[in-house]
């Protein structure tokens, strides 16, 4: 424990600079502790399994409190051990009492970044960017060191999504974990999806255009055209076809206008538009 870089023991000539100025930098985790205390001794390896494994990602502070009184009495230490989290100079949050080693990982994955929160974020910036085989490369070492990851799920899922690769994106759909079956990102790639599929089996935006131009009725039209709004991001004119594809023909494809537009409003979330066009589309159900 003592050989390793991110754990480092803190007296009260270090304590500013380790704990303080270091938090400024990455979370720094203080660890309260007495030799005479159990507890403490249990919970040690632990941390420090926690600090080698996430290499970096936060530093193991500890502190003596039978050497170092004045730091427990500056910080109202009365319970051992208390482990505090500092980030930005101040403590953001704490635990009391030896705590099996997955509460300790809950508690750390809502301050620490690791480093597959990092390349899952990296890769994120990089679909953003258009570098798909970056991002790819990227998501392949996350799957390789954590490939039960539910953000790396959702990460391939987005990447088959803007290779244009809907029908990969629909069989990974269907392997969709039972933990995320309820999940709303899920839901708006659910239907991102769907749309994608259905752009792609049909005519040319351009196409539907000019049939719905030469008739107003063109149902298949219709659609196709909502759909390749969504694709763009066009989601007001996606769902002013379908409704008015609902008052004319609302038996399209099995109520598909419909099923369309609660699709874009899981896409759409707290949009203020999923409450115009929810309301319009409940008068006229109703």
């Not at 269907?174 to 752009?199: C, H, K, M, S, Y």
């Amino acid at each position: 424990m003592a050989d390793s870089p991110y754990i480092i023991e803190v007296t009260e000539s270090n304590f500013e600079q380790v704990v303080i100025a270091g938090s400024m930098q990455r979370p720094v985790l203080v660890d309260f502790w007495a030799d005479w205390c159990a507890p403490c001794r249990a919970l040690m390896p632990i941390l420090a399994k926690l600090a080698d494994e996430l290499a970096g990602a936060f530093v193991l502070a500890k502190v003596d409190t039978e050497a170092q009184q004045g730091l427990a009495a500056a910080f109202g230490i009365r319970s051992l051990p208390t482990v505090q989290l500092f980030k930005g100079g101040r403590a953001v949050d704490q635990f009391m009492g030896a705590l099996p080693e997955a509460q300790i990982r809950d508690f750390l994955a809502r301050h620490v970044e690791s480093e597959t929160d990092k390349r899952l974020a990296d890769a994120a910036q990089r679909m953003l960017a258009g570098d798909l085989d970056g991002a790819a490369a990227l998501l392949a070492e996350v799957s390789a060191r954590d490939p039960d990851n539910a953000k790396l799920f959702i990460a391939e899922l987005k990447l088959a999504l803007a290779r244009g690769d809907a029908a990969a994106a629909a069989e990974r759909l269907e392997r969709t974990p039972i933990e995320l079956a309820a999940d709303p990102e899920v839901a708006r790639l659910r239907g991102q999806v769907a749309f994608a599929q259905a752009a792609a089996s049909t005519p040319p935006r351009a196409d539907c255009e000019a049939r719905l131009a030469a008739d107003p009725a063109d149902s298949e039209a219709r659609y196709g055209l909502a759909a390749h709004q969504v694709i763009a991001g066009e989601y007001q004119d996606a769902l002013d076809n379908l409704l008015t594809l609902m008052q004319k023909d609302r038996g399209y494809g099995e109520d598909a206008a419909r099923k369309g537009m609660v699709m874009i409003f899981d896409l759409l979330g707290d949009d203020p538009l999923v409450a115009s066009y929810r309301a319009r589309l409940s008068r006229l159900l109703y």
